[in-house]
């Protein structure tokens, strides 16, 4: 089975530019979730969705975030205007519904902002 | 509110030896508890979990066992291997959906 499928894997672009990370979750997987992982910071929660409805965005840094999910295969996480302090290792997850799921992690977007 | 609090790293052992990471939690509820693995330049993978009380989880030598005495929940392995270095991070969650809190994440690294 594949796996959750993230582009791309490195992105550098300069700061003021829009960055767009796309996710395709796991097959029958109703929950998907954004995460961002830096050395300062860890592992942090930025938003989270159930069956493409967006439940919980409390982790979203600021209004130049935002993230979609138009269809149960696909989602977004935008960056406009990116700034170099969001260059960071993003994270999508995916987990169907039941309790007690395990996530499943996609490879990762590498983002540098210059 | 819930959290997870792991022993901090980097953890430096030589092959062979014996692991322990600490994991310790607190939680309103009776929640499930995971140990993921996070090798270098990829994502999170699940290792092990303990769903209730005394429950014991295990996968490739390591184990786990689900402490609610002492909400604990510690990582071990009998013999490690230099194959084992990565990232450990232990997390929790009770809610459907499975939105997970995680600890801060320990780095091992096995020395041949």
């Known amino acids: 089975d594949a796996g959750v499928i993230q582009s791309p894997r490195h992105e550098v672009t300069e700061m003021g530019q829009e960055v767009t990370l796309r996710c395709k979750p796991i097959?029958?997987?109703?929950?998907l979730f954004w995460y961002r992982q830096t050395m300062m910071r860890g592992l942090e929660l930025l938003i989270y969705?159930?069956?493409?409805?967006?439940?919980?965005d409390s982790g979203m840094p600021e209004d130049r975030f935002s993230a979609k999910m138009p269809n149960a295969s696909f989602s977004t996480l935008k960056i406009q205007p990116s700034e170099p302090r969001d260059s960071a290792v993003y994270f999508c997850?995916?987990?169907?519904?039941?309790?007690?799921?395990?996530?499943?992690f996609g490879d990762g977007t590498r983002l540098s902002i210059l | 509110g819930d959290s997870v609090t792991q022993m901090e790293g980097p953890v430096t052992l030589s092959e062979e030896a014996f692991l322990t990471i600490n994991c310790t939690y607190t939680?309103?509820?009776?929640?499930?508890l995971f140990w993921y693995v996070q090798y270098p330049g990829e994502g999170l993978q699940l290792l092990l979990k303990?769903?209730?009380?005394?429950d014991k989880g295990s996968n490739k030598g390591f184990e786990a066992t689900y402490r609610k005495e002492t909400t604990s929940f510690h990582l071990e392995k009998g013999s490690v291997q230099v194959s084992d270095s990565a990232v450990y991070f232990c997390?929790?969650?009770?809610?459907?959906?499975?939105?997970?809190?995680f600890g801060q994440g320990t780095e091992l690294s096995v020395k041949p």
């Open positions: 997850a995916s987990t169907m519904q039941g309790g007690n799921q395990p996530q499943h």
């Open positions: 097959s029958g997987h109703d929950y």
């Open positions: 969705f159930n069956n493409n409805v967006p439940i919980d």
């Open positions: 939680a309103t509820g009776y929640p499930s």
């Open positions: 303990a769903t209730k009380a005394d």
């Open positions: 997390a929790l969650t009770y809610n459907q959906g499975g939105k997970l809190i």
